[in-house]
């Protein structure tokens, strides 16, 4: 009974945490997005485009999806690996 118990805290857990990774990524694309429009405007204002900032920011978006999708791709190998031993 008790396993029973464990296993659907596990579930509910996964399930929140699938939740949490889905809200950064909606997070990090509406952030893109904004700072694109951003990055538009200021253009249009002063003529010059921030190359360096505009660099910098998607290397850190793109690394912040990419460690997110690295973490769920580990997890989900080890959960594959302990299911099939």
């Known amino acids: 009974m008790k396993s029973q118990n464990t296993k659907d805290l596990v579930i509910h857990m996964n399930k929140s945490k699938n939740k949490f990774s889905k809200a950064i990524v909606a997070a990090v694309v509406l952030l893109n ?20 900032l505009i660099s910098c920011w998607f290397a850190f978006t793109t690394g912040e999806l990419w460690m997110l999708s690295s973490i769920k791709k580990t997890k989900v190998n080890k959960r594959d690996g302990e299911s099939n031993e």
């Open 33 to 52: 997005t904004i700072f694109t429009a951003a990055v538009l405007y200021v253009f249009l204002k002063v003529g010059t485009e921030p190359a360096t």
